[in-house]
């Protein structure tokens, strides 16, 4: 069984300051790796993804995340955050679970970008 | 265009009611889901549906059933509501080993 931890329930980051979002996540099998994001009263939208090849992945709205497989981590991160990146963000890993492919958040991390 | 589309999208109702929430996708993915995000925002999933096979189903009461008429649908019907399942719950659908999209969810509230 695969499971997915973000270690910060809250970050408050000032507008124009950097920001990185941690994730690890634990599996037995070789993993995809996703991060999404929850806009107020919003669904999920795709921020990127990790299938293979290269570790270091680029997003939409200016954010990019590095897997290191030897520290099972997918960190997040954006160089300067604008207020509208204010939002719940949520680490995912999809493994084979049987036959079918089972996607599981992390608890999400609340970005909070200050004026 | 909407991809993935959930209705109602707002859901009021009494304790011990029956209620069921659409889910439709004009993807032409393969699989489908059903997710409940509680009050702490936490995701998990409760069901998956492949071409219209039950392929996972979590530890989920007895009281959710979901349903596929056909490979675009996948509708949740819940029996006896209880203040418990007040929640988020979202749909969403994949191709084989492609992203998952969401639909915009259903906020259930049980009174």
């Known amino acids: 069984a695969q499971s997915v931890t973000q270690l910060d329930s809250q970050v408050p980051v000032f507008e124009e300051a950097p920001v990185e979002l941690r994730c690890n996540y634990s599996?037995?099998?070789?993993?995809?790796l996703f991060w999404y994001v929850q806009y107020p009263n919003q669904g999920l939208q795709l921020l990127l993804k990790?299938?293979?090849?290269?570790?270091l992945v680029k997003g939409i709205n200016g954010f990019e995340a590095e897997f290191n497989k030897s520290q099972t981590s997918f960190h997040l991160r954006k160089p300067s955050v604008h207020i509208s990146d204010t939002a719940e963000y949520f680490c995912?890993?999809?493994?084979?679970?049987?036959?079918?492919?089972?996607?599981?958040f992390g608890s999400g991390t609340q970005l909070t970008v200050l004026p | 265009d909407t991809a993935v589309s959930q209705t109602p999208k707002y859901l009021v109702t009494q304790m011990g009611n029956d209620k069921s929430i659409k889910c439709e996708q004009n993807l032409g993915h393969d699989t489908m889901y059903w997710y409940k995000q509680d009050s702490k925002k936490f995701l998990k999933i409760m069901f998956s549906?492949?071409?219209?096979?039950?392929?996972i189903n979590e530890t989920v009461p007895n009281r959710f059933s979901p349903k596929s008429p056909d490979k675009a649908h996948l509708n949740l019907h819940i029996n006896s509501l209880e203040l418990g399942d007040s929640a988020v719950y979202f749909c969403?659908?994949?191709?084989?080993?492609?992203?998952?999209?969401f639909g915009p969810g259903t906020r259930l509230l049980v009174l």
């Open positions: 995912a890993v999809s493994a084979l679970s049987g036959s079918a492919r089972q996607l599981t």
């Open positions: 549906y492949n071409n219209k096979e039950l392929i």
């Open positions: 990790y299938l293979s090849g290269s570790t």
């Open positions: 599996s037995s099998v070789s993993v995809y």
């Open positions: 969403a659908s994949r191709r084989q080993q492609e992203t998952q999209y």
